[in-house]
Every structure is written in structure tokens, then in C-alpha cells.
Nanobody, 126 residues
């Protein structure tokens, strides 16, 4: 059974930075894209970014483009989300997820992923 565990969340002031990590175990990491999503209270879970399995390509939501960077270390089965210039509207629970596809098909919908972590809280104060 694939398990994903996020870490690195916390509270930060606007303009600050955080680096989230997602450690995977129990299944295949290489060969699958990985995504980050977030969910704020009272809102639907939304796409943040995606990285292809070799790390050659990344895709981001417009709201985080230029501020967030996804990377992965396939030797350690981990993926990271570097978040800079954080804004109060970035406050949410952040989730990592493994794509259900072994090639780049779709990546912006929650249904494109079949394994999810438990989430880590990010709070940005003004």
C-alpha cells in the first residue's frame, strides 16, 4: 500500500517562506508524477502544482506561479514544495498526491491522483 506523509507546515508571516516535503513508501514512486493540492476552510481542494516523474517538467496554478517550486528526489522517494513570498490567501491544508497515470495525461484534477497524504497545515498571517 502506497503511503505519503507530508511535513514542513507551520505558521509564517506574509512574505515568508516554507518548504514542504512529502515522503512516500510502500509502492512505486519512480514512473509517476506527483502533485500538490491545497484546501482552505470552506473551499474545495485545489490544484497547486505537478511534477513529472523524471522531474523534467513542472506545472503550476496561476495563483502560485513564480512563487512556488516543486522538486523531487527519486533516490529518496520524496517530493518538495518550496513556497516563497507567501500570502495570507495561501493559508490551507496542503496535500501531496501520486498520479494514477504512468505518463502525463492530466494532472490538475483531484481524480487524476489515487494516493494522498494526510495533509499539513500552512498558516500565513498578515
Amino acid at each position: 500500500q502506497v503511503q505519503l506523509v507530508e511535513s514542513g507546515g507551520g505558521s509564517v508571516q506574509a512574505g515568508g517562506s516554507l518548504r514542504l516535503s512529502c515522503a512516500t513508501s510502500g509502492g512505486t514512486f519512480n514512473g509517476y508524477g506527483m502533485g500538490w493540492f491545497r484546501q482552505a476552510p470552506g473551499k474545495e481542494r485545489e490544484f497547486v502544482g505537478h511534477i513529472t516523474w523524471r522531474g523534467a517538467n513542472t506545472y503550476y496554478a496561476d495563483s502560485v506561479k513564480g512563487r512556488f517550486t516543486i522538486s523531487r528526489d527519486n533516490s529518496k522517494n520524496t517530493v518538495h514544495l518550496q513556497m516563497n513570498s507567501l500570502k495570507p490567501e495561501d493559508t490551507a491544508v496542503y496535500y501531496c498526491a501520486r498520479s494514477k497515470y504512468d505518463s502525463l495525461v492530466r494532472y490538475w484534477r483531484t481524480q487524476d491522483y489515487n494516493y494522498w497524504g494526510q495533509g499539513t497545515q500552512v498558516t500565513v498571517s498578515s
